[in-house]
Every structure is written in structure tokens, then in C-alpha cells.
């Protein structure tokens, strides 16, 4: 054997499969079940997203990925979870884009949102579509900016929670539109959106999933997508910035993480599996269902993505005056 490859198996580290494994001798990652923690209520596009990369991960890496449902606190109960297990990679954290906008909004976390997870990469990107109840009225985003400035204040707009990207897309939207209106948090979507059906909330950004059979129903209207592009399920709605909101666009992502201090193969195994998963055609045509594109990155980019997005949504905190928890 050259010396070059002793020297190679001699450091633990192969390649099987495809995969980077650690050697029999450091011990196969995974060898046991592995935790995917979701801070949100099961059967959320969150949720569902984190079911699909289990099983595609359980079918790849042979070992049983096991999601378990911690919501509460914004998202922080099942973040915590995650920054505090050992760094070992089997525990892991699938979470929508209120993961960056928790700092902006609480004045002191059990965790820091840079130094206690290593990204895994963005998961996909899930369009909020701007929806209100046809007893409005209101047949486009102008018509609603219009309204809206002409009662300051006076017109209320539904989220999922505070710090859900469906606040924050609300946020960035008003703020960009330029008119104030009250913000009316719920304990999660169909609270929100039975409320604005029923007209006892004006409007507010929702998951496409969620409210396309309202759409169709005729229950609700789709006013705008809140995203850079408009929603593949929703084809004719046009995006805020197209309908006339310069700025207003919100990507409301989702995303994969382990514990900061993990190691860099295990890390690059997640990665890379992940990846696969998320390009298989069955992948992408569920995740279209659901009315969310994948969106995969390396880990080093997707790090270097939260960042970026931790200082956006401070700047949008403090632009749209949201108020610290």
C-alpha cells in the first residue's frame, strides 16, 4: 500500500457510496436513530417538509431519522433543544425563517442563533400569499394600501405568531407600502386565517398550501405573492413588487441545522445526503404540491445565509418599530 493512502485510511475516513463515512474504527455516522426536531405543530408545511427529508434520509442512510414536534415560544422550545444537545450530529433542527427573525423580536434567548448551530443548507423556498375576505371588498394591493392610508392605524393584519414569517412578511410589506395598521398575533394559521375569512381580521400573508383550497373555494382572495417570484401554484397572482410595492419582497425559507461544535464530516454527510434527497424528482414534485421550490446550498453558504438574514430582519425590526419582547 502507498504511504499516501495508508495515511489516508489511517485518519478514520472513507468514501462509500458516494458518502463521506466515517471508518468502522471511529465509528459509522449515523449508527443510531437520529432526532429531527421541528419547533412547530405537526402537519405545518414545516412539518411536512421535515417528513419528506426524514424518509429520504431513513432510505439513504439506513438508520431511522425520528421527528419530533416541540412548538411553543416562538420556535424557541425546540431551538433550544437542538443548541444545548451534544455536538455529535443526532440532533437536528428543521425550521422555517421565523429562526432568524426570534432574535430581532426577544430581548434575550437561551441560545445564540450564530454560535450554537451549524447549518446543514436551506431546505426550500415556501411562497406567503397577501389574502383577504371578499366581505373587503378589496380587489388588489393598491386597493388595500389605498384603504390602508386612509384609516391609519385602523386596519388589522393576522400572523401566525409573532416572529413568523408571515409577520415578518406582513412587516416588510407595510413598511414598504408605508401605512401603519395593528398587528393581531394568533397561536398558529388556522386560527389567523378562519378569523380573516369571517372578515374579523383585514388580511395577512399565508402559506400557499394552506390557502389555496380557500381560494378556490372562493372563501378567500389572493391579493399578492410576498415572495421575489411568484408562487408555481398560484401562476397568475402577481408578487408585491409587481403589484406595485417596490421592496416589499419576503423569501420565507426552511431550513436544516445540527448543534455549533459538530463535526465537519458529519456535517458534510448531512449535507450531502440532504442534497440528494431534496434533487430526487418525487422530492421536488411533493415539495410542489406544497407550493415550495427546493432550494439547497452548501453548509459554509447556508451559514454565511443566516447571517446575512439575521441582519436583514434587525434592520426590518427596528424600521417596521417592532416591539421587543
Avoid at 38 to 67: K, M, N, Y
Avoid at 291 to 310: E, N, Q, R, W, Y
Amino acid at each position: 500500500m502507498k504511504r499516501g493512502r495508508r495515511s489516508f485510511l489511517a485518519a478514520g475516513t472513507i468514501w462509500t457510496g458516494g458518502a463521506l463515512m466515517r471508518s468502522a474504527g471511529a465509528g459509522a455516522y449515523p449508527s443510531r436513530l437520529v432526532k429531527i426536531i421541528v419547533p412547530i405543530s405537526a402537519g405545518s408545511t414545516t412539518d411536512v417538509v421535515a417528513r419528506q427529508v426524514a424518509e429520504g434520509l431513513r432510505v439513504a442512510l439506513g438508520q431511522t431519522f425520528l421527528v419530533d414536534n416541540r412548538p411553543g415560544a416562538g420556535g424557541t422550545i425546540g431551538a433550544t433543544a437542538v443548541a444545548k444537545a451534544p455536538p455529535d450530529g443526532y440532533t437536528l433542527l428543521v425550521v422555517s425563517a421565523s429562526h432568524t427573525a426570534n432574535p430581532a423580536i426577544y430581548a434575550s434567548l437561551p441560545y445564540d442563533t450564530l454560535k450554537d448551530f451549524k447549518g446543514i443548507t436551506r431546505l426550500a423556498i415556501a411562497p406567503l400569499i397577501l389574502v383577504t375576505s371578499p366581505s373587503k371588498n378589496i380587489k388588489s394591493v393598491a386597493d388595500l394600501v389605498a384603504r390602508a392610508k386612509a384609516h391609519p392605524g385602523e386596519m388589522t393584519y393576522g400572523s401566525g405568531g409573532v416572529g413568523s414569517a408571515a409577520h415578518m412578511n406582513a412587516e416588510q410589506f407595510r413598511a414598504m407600502a408605508g401605512f401603519e395598521a395593528l398587528h393581531v398575533p394568533y397561536r398558529g394559521t388556522p386560527e389567523m386565517m378562519a378569523d380573516i375569512i369571517a372578515g374579523r381580521v383585514d388580511f395577512g400573508f399565508i402559506s400557499t398550501v394552506s390557502a389555496i383550497g380557500s381560494l378556490n373555494d372562493g372563501k378567500l382572495v389572493a391579493l399578492a405573492c410576498g415572495a421575489e417570484q411568484r408562487s408555481s401554484l398560484l401562476p397568475n397572482v402577481p408578487t408585491t413588487v409587481e403589484a406595485g410595492v417596490p421592496g416589499s419582497s419576503y423569501d420565507s425559507w426552511l431550513g436544516m441545522f445540527t448543534t455549533g461544535g459538530t463535526p465537519k464530516e458529519v456535517v458534510k454527510i448531512l449535507n450531502s445526503e440532504t442534497v440528494k434527497v431534496l434533487k430526487q424528482p418525487e422530492t421536488m414534485q411533493k415539495m410542489a404540491v406544497l407550493g415550495a421550490d427546493v432550494a439547497p446550498m452548501t453548509d459554509s453558504d447556508f451559514d454565511a445565509f443566516i447571517a446575512k438574514d439575521l441582519s436583514k430582519i434587525a434592520a426590518l425590526a427596528k424600521l417596521a418599530k417592532i416591539p421587543v419582547n
